[in-house]
């Protein structure tokens, strides 16, 4: 592992993976769980924070930045928030520090597999463990609070 180096380290049995950039020092730049409820920001952690017991391996480019560049986009970007699994997560922000793009090849997967199988798509989200207690929150929400509306039987307004 060397300065500017794509870090990453395998999670939950491989199910996914965590990415981040070596800062050469023992360090390494990545989004990490902050004080916020359910938040994460860009820091800097030890590698083995980094690592949380698994091995760390390095993901090699063909074409990428020089390592100066890579460890400055990092660095400007410590603090930043706004993690998206789906369109600004750990993978998109190494693979930016490294090429400039963002891009993730995690989330590419997931979309290649969801459209070759729609059922599968559906299955995934009725079946998630987010999406199902959301459903039954807000419909319960919008029962309560409707009932308060001032609705009618047949479900139009007076």
């Known amino acids: 592992m060397a300065r500017g180096d794509h870090l990453y380290v395998d999670r939950m049995g491989g199910i996914y993976s965590h990415h981040g950039i070596d800062c050469g020092d023992g360090t390494v730049i990545h989004y990490w769980p902050d004080n916020a409820p359910f938040g994460s920001s860009i820091q800097r ?14 993901r090699d480019y063909a074409v990428c930045d020089p390592p100066e560049t890579v460890v400055r986009r990092a ?7 706004g993690f998206d699994p789906l369109s600004r997560n750990c993978e998109h922000f ?3 520090c490294k090429t400039g793009r963002v ?10 597999y969801l459209r ?10 009725l079946l998630s463990p987010v999406v199902v207690p959301a459903v039954v929150f807000t419909v319960f929400v ?8 001032g609705g009618t039987r047949d479900g139009r307004r007076q």
């Open 75 to 81: 660095v400007r970007s410590l603090g930043a928030r």
């Open 142 to 149: 919008g029962n309560v609070f409707g009932g308060q509306a």
């Open 116 to 125: 070759g199988w729609p059922a599968g798509a559906l299955m995934t989200l």
């Open 45 to 58: 952690t030890t590698l083995g924070e980094f690592a949380e017991g698994g091995s760390i391996r390095v």
């Open 94 to 96: 190494a693979v930016w």
């Open 103 to 112: 891009e993730s090849s995690q989330i590419r997967s997931v979309e290649s």
